[in-house]
């Protein structure tokens, strides 16, 4: 077994799933990958496979169905997961962010409802706050629900922009502008849970999909738009059952959803570094293999250290989460570092290979295009940077 991203502590049953995950991954989905990315289909076949092995339900409570793992168990199969191809782990992260919500924070007849069918991965989640005008500034989200008079009905207008399986899922948590009052904006927000049908076109009363984002890599997964024109809703679809509590809502999710991305460039960074050592052992040189050349020897040992160093910091964030301690500082360097790395290590593999790398034929060339999504997604490295500092700065206050 390699030495790097091992994880010290596991019970047996953790490493006996976490066993099962890699030779799904090692027998299921590498030999497709690139078959499916380069198609950019949907793989079917593995999330139906991924559904019989109970990886929808893997942090839903037993009572509902799930295994009942922890946030550490779920990020660990990630990890391998993305390894394999990382869209397959996009598929499940939103379903994931969702369903921990709903567990969290919903009323007790929304987990009754939801939670049984999200676990065995019927009910498909995605997870939606960007706007067309807008990514990382919450705040100044337009999609707007109001309520009619004091009744329980609720109307929806607005653009919703970048779902993860928009159109795969057939539930979505929605961040709308709700006026409320209050003077501050993030309390005058709400999260609505939107049912709808798979697919593309309107897919609810007053809801429609338009279609896929065509983009350069993160193929495979389906990246849409979600357009509201008048949908009718009720305070039952209202998370928790009480408006003015999304935005806080949408943070917590956001937050496990970065211990999530960060398990993600670990495993993707894995798979390049297994690739780039494979690679510098077989390619000769000079008449010798490149891996006897000390600058790749170098590229090699760094590449290590950073596969080693992003993982450390992913497990950290996601014990301190199952302890039920707050983890925004710790998810949001694990999120900032293990995506730099990823990028970084992917890079010096893409190098070791050379002109090769440069095709389509040589996965890295995939890789290449995957790993900078991870930049973004959950928030860039400039709003890391900003959770962070300010984080920092409570606990190093200036002596006075």
């Not at 869209?87 to 919903?106: C, E, Q």
């Not at 408006?243 to 809502?249: A, D, E, L, S």
């Not at 996601?318 to 999120?335: S, Y």
């Not at 002109?355 to 997604?377: Q, S």
């Amino acid at each position: 077994m390699s030495r790097l991203q091992t994880t010290d502590g596991l019970t047996e049953e953790q490493q006996d799933l976490l066993k099962l995950v890699k030779e799904f991954v090692d027998e299921q989905i590498i030999p497709v990958a690139q078959e499916l990315e380069h198609a950019d289909e949907y793989p079917q076949k593995i999330v139906d496979q991924m559904k019989e092995m109970g990886i929808f339900g893997l942090m839903i409570p037993e009572e509902f169905g799930g295994l009942g793992e922890s946030l550490l168990t779920y990020a660990l199969c990630v990890e391998e997961i993305a390894r394999g191809w990382m869209p397959v782990s996009g598929i499940i992260n939103t379903h994931f962010i969702v369903a921990y919500m709903i567990l969290k924070h919903g009323t007790e007849e929304q987990k009754q409802h939801y939670l049984p069918k999200m676990a065995t991965g019927e009910v498909r989640g995605a997870f939606s706050m960007s706007e067309p005008a807008l990514g990382s500034d919450v705040a100044g989200i337009k999609t707007k629900a109001v309520r009619d008079g004091d009744s329980d009905d609720w109307t929806i207008n607005g653009q919703k922009m970048w779902l993860t399986n928009g159109g795969s899922a057939n539930l979505v948590a929605v961040l709308c502008r709700t006026e409320l009052g209050a003077e501050s904006p993030h309390k005058n927000m709400s999260t609505f849970l939107i049912d709808k049908t798979e697919g593309f076109g309107e897919t609810a009363q007053g809801v429609t999909v338009p279609g896929k984002i065509e983009k350069m890599g993160y193929k495979g997964v389906d990246t849409t738009e979600l357009i509201f024109d008048n949908h009718k809703t009720s305070t039952a679809q209202l998370l928790g059952g009480e408006p003015g509590k999304g935005f806080y809502q949408m943070m917590d999710g956001v937050e496990v959803g970065r211990v999530n991305v960060a398990s993600r460039a670990c495993g993707l960074m894995m798979r390049a570094f297994e690739l780039g050592i494979e690679y510098a052992q077989q390619r000769e040189t000079f008449g010798k293999k490149i891996i006897d050349h000390q600058g790749i020897l170098f590229r090699i040992a760094d590449m290590a250290a950073k596969v080693e160093a992003g993982h450390q910091l992913m497990v950290k964030a996601a014990r301190l989460k199952d302890k039920g301690e707050r983890n925004d500082l710790e998810a949001g360097i694990a999120k900032y570092m293990a995506a730099e790395y990823c990028a970084d290590v992917v890079e010096q593999s893409f190098r070791i290979h050379g002109g090769f790398g440069y095709t389509k034929e040589y996965e890295i060339e995939r890789l290449y295009r995957e790993a900078p999504m991870l930049l973004i997604g959950e928030g860039t490295a400039e709003i890391q940077k900003m959770i962070i500092g300010k984080s920092i700065l409570k606990d190093y206050p200036a002596k006075r």
